[in-house]
């Protein structure tokens, strides 16, 4: 018997062992159910990568909304205690921007700004100035083309701004009836 055994051994190692061709056809079959299932990750994983930049971009435009709003009320401000201060009975408005930086209207130097701010939407620090009746610049606004996101809620000063096309027509201007009617009205409530 051990001869048996020994041809038997001998003839396996002798004959490779082929691979069964019912496999072979089975794995081919799993592998393009793979690519697909791999291709269909890519697609979604494509799609939430999408949405994510669609959400943070509008998240960061919401913010420089916020920024545009903080930033207009100030140069309003500004613009308003250039006027108010206006030595004299004739009230005045500023010539240009650069004046509220450093009012020279007063023997001591008078800033109605701290700095000239960059306008929040465009990045630049250029503002489309509105001109006063009397002349000078009675208020400011961006010079950004986009349609805003806020269209409602927008304090009582700012109420004209909502439905608004683009961020040009939001003005933020100085008009003193108006601004001593609303500080009347906010002192009431």
Same mark, same amino acid.
């Given at each position: 018997?051990?001869?048996?055994?020994?041809? =038997?051994?001998?003839?396996?190692?002798?004959?490779?062992? /082929?691979? /069964?061709? !019912?496999? !072979?056809?089975?794995?081919? #079959?799993?592998?393009?159910?793979?690519?697909?299932?791999?291709?269909? !990750?890519?697609?979604?994983?494509?799609?939430?990568?999408?949405?994510?930049?669609?959400? *943070?971009?509008?998240?960061?435009?919401?913010?420089?909304? /916020?920024?545009?709003?903080?930033?207009?009320?100030?140069?309003?401000?500004?613009?308003? @205690?250039?006027?108010?201060?206006?030595?004299?009975?004739?009230?005045?408005?500023?010539?240009?921007?650069?004046?509220?930086? $450093? #009012?020279?209207?007063?023997?001591?130097?008078?800033?109605?700004?701290?700095?000239?701010?960059? #306008?929040?939407?465009?990045?630049?620090? $250029?503002?489309?100035? =509105?001109?006063?009746? @009397?002349?000078? !610049?009675?208020?400011?606004?961006?010079?950004?083309?986009?349609?805003?996101?806020?269209?409602?809620?927008?304090?009582?000063?700012?109420?004209?701004?909502? $439905?608004?096309?683009?961020?040009?027509? *939001?003005?933020?201007?100085?008009?003193?009836?108006? #601004?001593?009617? =609303?500080?009347?009205?906010?002192?009431?409530?």
């Amino acid at each position: 018997m051990q001869t048996g055994e020994t041809a =038997l051994t001998k003839r396996a190692w002798a004959k490779p062992v /082929q691979p /069964q061709p !019912v496999l !072979v056809k089975r794995q081919a #079959d799993q592998a393009g159910y793979t690519f697909i299932g791999l291709l269909m !990750v890519i697609m979604l994983t494509g799609l939430t990568l999408a949405q994510a930049g669609n959400t *943070w971009s509008n998240l960061r435009q919401r913010e420089r909304e /916020q920024e545009l709003m903080r930033v207009g009320d100030k140069m309003r401000a500004a613009i308003g @205690s250039y006027y108010q201060r206006s030595p004299g009975l004739v009230k005045q408005f500023p010539p240009n921007l650069q004046v509220l930086l $450093n #009012d020279e209207r007063f023997p001591q130097r008078q800033r109605h700004l701290r700095r000239m701010y960059v #306008d929040p939407m465009t990045g630049e620090p $250029n503002w489309g100035t =509105l001109e006063a009746p @009397s002349g000078g !610049v009675m208020g400011v606004y961006s010079l950004s083309p986009k349609v805003p996101i806020k269209q409602k809620n927008f304090r009582a000063i700012y109420e004209s701004f909502e $439905n608004k096309k683009i961020y040009t027509e *939001w003005v933020f201007a100085y008009v003193p009836e108006a #601004d001593a009617v =609303l500080e009347k009205n906010a002192v009431q409530y």
